[in-house]
């Protein structure tokens, strides 16, 4: 693990950012290497409409979703709650869960993760060049404590007309 990071201030648009036309962008802020494997933070950024993930769990990690624009759909099992500006999104290690744009403008999502090290995972998908077979998706997230239940994922987009 890496050294802690000396003070700054990382400005609105600083950090690296992935951001595909339709798809959800992400933002690294914080890596968890700088601090000890703590935590690390992610911002999501979300056209309308577009699922950020498959339906999933991870093992080894717990992760916050707070809202600051926009209107987030978060599932957890079979339950679906909608969450907007200032509300904070608790999902819990070994919860099958994913989230999406659930409104008709951009949404932004802090996404606080602990320990860190699943943001690593983000970064890797976000530089993919062409789309993965499911068992090519779950091969990389294994490492991570991850799994993916495509089918649920389908259900969802088709439920609410995402994109994914």
Same mark, same amino acid.
């Given at each position: &693990?890496?050294?802690? $990071?000396?003070?700054? /201030? @990382?400005?609105?648009?600083?950090?690296?950012?992935?951001?595909?036309?339709?798809?959800?962008?992400?933002? =690294? *802020? /914080?890596? %968890?290497? +700088?601090?000890?494997?703590?935590? %690390? @933070? $992610?911002?999501?950024? @979300?056209?309308?409409?577009? #699922?950020?993930?498959?339906?999933?769990?991870?093992?080894?990690?717990?992760? !916050?979703?707070?809202? *600051? +624009?926009? %209107?987030?759909?978060?599932? =957890?099992?079979?339950? +679906? $709650?909608?969450?907007?500006?200032?509300?904070?999104? !608790?999902?819990?290690?070994?919860?099958?869960?994913?989230?999406?744009?659930?409104?008709?403008?951009?949404?932004?999502? @802090?996404?606080?993760?602990?320990?860190?090290? #699943?943001?690593?995972? !983000?970064?890797?998908?976000?530089?993919?060049?062409?789309?993965?077979?499911? +068992?090519? #998706?779950?091969?990389?997230?294994?490492?991570?404590?991850?799994?993916?239940? &495509?089918?649920?994922? &389908?259900?969802? $987009?088709?439920?609410?007309?995402?994109?994914?």
């Amino acid at each position: &693990m890496g050294a802690v $990071v000396e003070h700054r /201030i @990382l400005g609105p648009e600083d950090g690296e950012l992935y951001q595909p036309e339709r798809a959800c962008g992400d933002r =690294f *802020l /914080i890596n %968890s290497d +700088e601090w000890g494997g703590r935590f %690390s @933070l $992610v911002e999501h950024r @979300l056209p309308p409409k577009v #699922l950020a993930a498959p339906v999933h769990k991870h093992t080894l990690e717990d992760e !916050f979703s707070f809202v *600051l +624009e926009g %209107s987030i759909g978060a599932r =957890f099992g079979d339950k +679906e $709650v909608v969450a907007g500006p200032g509300d904070l999104v !608790f999902k819990p290690r070994d919860e099958w869960h994913t989230f999406w744009n659930a409104g008709e403008t951009p949404a932004r999502v @802090l996404e606080i993760i602990s320990p860190g090290g #699943l943001e690593e995972l !983000f970064r890797w998908l976000d530089q993919l060049s062409e789309e993965l077979s499911p +068992e090519e #998706l779950e091969q990389k997230a294994g490492p991570y404590g991850c799994s993916a239940d &495509m089918e649920a994922t &389908m259900a969802l $987009v088709t439920r609410h007309g995402l994109v994914f």
